[in-house]
């Protein structure tokens, strides 16, 4: 058993709670439970333009019904907009964090002239500007000043050309490195809010979060992470990102891809069926049982080493 476990859920209520979302809250839940930890809900609602009316409401009435039991009361990040500005004002002390003037279109435009100057090819992340999670690399136009008459739109983190290596208990070693990989990242948004990089990262700490178990479409943000904890002397996490479930199309299952809400009349249908997406072989017959009796199950049966090192995994709509 590791001492002093903690973990976490940390859904956004930009709508409800979907079978992916469920698959991260089983397999974290489990891990924590498992190894005598505790179990924390975080509401990550800072982006607050996403954040859909009541959906903030209803998943915490679905968790309920599915039977999770977190610990202690739940943290808003739209509560800790003090704590986030503080942070920032001390890394801008540091000279740590820069303002930006960049437009995304400049960003782009610069991405664009990278490209079309590519010598071949085999040309380099870096050259052509794609950052590592798909978006674009910062070109460091304004990391030693603001250019003439221009004004700060956004807080940019400074990172240099460090190895940010770190094993996951999932998917194994990952490396990057930042400089090339994703350059100097947002802190604080031009429109005004903490961006979710900052806002993680130090409620994580505040939390004394020492395991982060999340789906696998954020482990290429877990090297940022990583070197925001470095710059603010945090603590480590160890970090275990699960596979993510994937549509027909190979789309990650979202609100965005319509994936259906889940059903609080099927919860230990469902649970049973994120359990197998997981690698655990829980008994078909539990799909028929009760929530209380597919979690007696589950605890006393997790292991994690059965969780598949993959990425993602195309799984079937629930019937």
């Known amino acids: 058993m590791k001492p002093n476990y903690r973990g976490r859920f940390a859904p956004s209520p930009t709508g409800p709670l979907h079978f992916g979302s469920l698959v991260a809250a089983v397999g974290s839940y489990l891990d924590a439970r498992a190894q005598g930890g505790e179990w924390l809900l975080r509401m990550e609602d800072v982006d607050t333009p996403r954040n859909v009316p009541g959906a903030a409401a209803r998943i915490l009435a679905t968790l309920e019904a599915f039977g999770f039991e977190w610990d202690g009361p739940v943290l808003w990040q739209s509560q800790r907009l003090a704590a986030y500005a503080a942070v920032l004002a001390q890394l801008q002390a540091a000279g740590l964090a820069y303002g930006c003037a960049c437009s995304r279109k400049e960003i782009a435009d610069s991405a664009s002239q990278a490209t079309s100057q590519a010598a071949s090819p085999a040309t380099t992340r870096a050259t052509i500007q794609t950052a590592i999670d ?38 194994g070693r990952v490396v990057q490195r930042l400089a090339c990989d994703v350059g100097d990242f947002v802190l604080h948004r031009a429109d005004g809010l903490f961006a979710y990089q900052l806002a993680v990262t130090v409620d994580d700490d505040f939390q004394g979060i020492s395991d982060i178990v999340r789906g696998a479409d954020l482990l290429a943000s877990t090297p940022r992470q990583i070197w925001l904890q470095r710059c603010l002397g945090f603590a480590e996490p160890r970090y275990a990102h699960l596979p993510v479930a994937t549509n027909a199309a190979g789309e990650k299952l979202s609100k965005q891809t319509l994936a259906p809400a889940l059903e609080v009349a099927k919860a230990a249908y469902s649970l049973v069926r994120a359990l197998q997406f997981l690698g655990q072989p829980v008994p078909e017959a539990l799909a028929r049982a009760s929530v209380k009796d597919v979690w007696a199950w589950a605890r006393e049966n997790w292991r994690f080493p059965l969780i598949p090192p993959v990425a993602t995994i195309a799984w079937p709509t629930l019937p």
């Not at 807080?155 to 240099?160: A, K, T």
């Open 134 to 171: 798909g978006g674009l690399i910062y070109p460091g136009t304004c990391r030693h000043g603001l250019p003439a008459g221009r004004s700060a739109r956004a807080w940019r983190l400074r990172v240099n050309d460090e190895e940010i290596a770190f094993t996951d208990r999932v998917q």
